[in-house]
T-cell receptor, first 111, second 114 residues
Framework: KNEVEQSPQNLTAQEGEFITINCSYS?????LHWLQQHPGGGIVSLFM???GKKKHGRLIATINIQEKHSSLHITASHPRDSAVYIC?????????????FGTGTRLQVTL | DVKVTQSSRYLVKRTGEKVFLECVQD?????MFWYRQDPGLGLRLIYF???????EKGDIPEGYSVSREKKERFSLILESASTNQTSMYLC?????????????FGNGTRLTVT
């Protein structure tokens, strides 16, 4: 079993829909990251959180430490949101710099 | 903005060749990382470095080595490329000063070994 599980693996939505991507992890963590990878490969860091909720534009990330679960929400989705969204956690054990990654959720937003 | 630059976007090499993947960052970050990304497996850490000339093995170091002679540059070396090293390679950097600092990624190098 992977330490970081994402669901769904693939998601298709129509423009304007509200989208939720889930991430569950099995170890104690000091932080959780949400990353975005567009076709072509480059990865951008969206959020880093250790508790509560963060918002940036149409993106909202939440984390429940007790339940070991995080969600990434996209409001009013747009075709430019089409990308792979990756959850990564920094476990308490190990070095400060090492992350464990989920396998990603591929999102396609259509007109 | 932090810029992490990988020298090649696409690379095709033959089995047995020595391959160098170069990565340069411009924000004076202490930490630099090399990952490979394969379908269904997510990103896996090959090596990382927390200072010049310092390196630590990641989860899958076999068949790879690294070099960090200058703070801004971190090179990944495939001593004798094999077809199972065909993959997307991603370099990243972060600052050491903040425990939970974000990673900044390059655009990736898609390596094909034939």
């Amino acid at each position: 079993k992977n330490e970081v599980e994402q669901s769904p693996q693939n998601l298709t939505a129509q423009e304007g829909e509200f989208i939720t991507i889930n991430c569950s992890y099995s170890v104690g963590i000091s932080a959780l990251h949400w990353l975005q990878q567009h076709p072509g490969g480059g990865i951008v860091s969206l959020f880093m959180l250790s508790s509560g909720k963060k918002k940036h534009g149409r993106l909202i990330a939440t984390i429940n430490i007790q339940e070991k679960h995080s969600s990434l929400h996209i409001t009013a989705s747009h075709p430019r949101d089409s990308a792979v969204y990756i959850c990564a956690v920094r476990p308490y054990t190990g070095t400060a710099s090492k992350l464990t990654f989920g396998t990603g959720t591929r999102l396609q937003v259509t007109l | 903005d932090v810029k992490v630059t990988q020298s090649s976007r696409y690379l095709v090499k033959r089995t047995g060749e020595k391959v160098f993947l170069e990565c340069v960052q411009d924000m004076d970050h202490e930490n630099m990382f090399w990952y490979r990304q394969d379908p269904g497996l997510g990103l896996r850490l090959i090596y990382f470095s927390y200072d010049v000339k310092m390196k630590e093995k990641g989860d899958i170091p076999e068949g790879y080595s690294v070099s960090r002679e200058k703070k801004e540059r971190f090179s990944l070396i495939l001593e004798s490329a094999s077809t199972n090293q065909t993959s997307m390679y991603l370099c990243a950097s972060s600052t050491q000063g903040v425990y939970n600092s974000p990673l900044h990624f390059g655009n990736g190098t898609r390596l094909t070994v034939t």
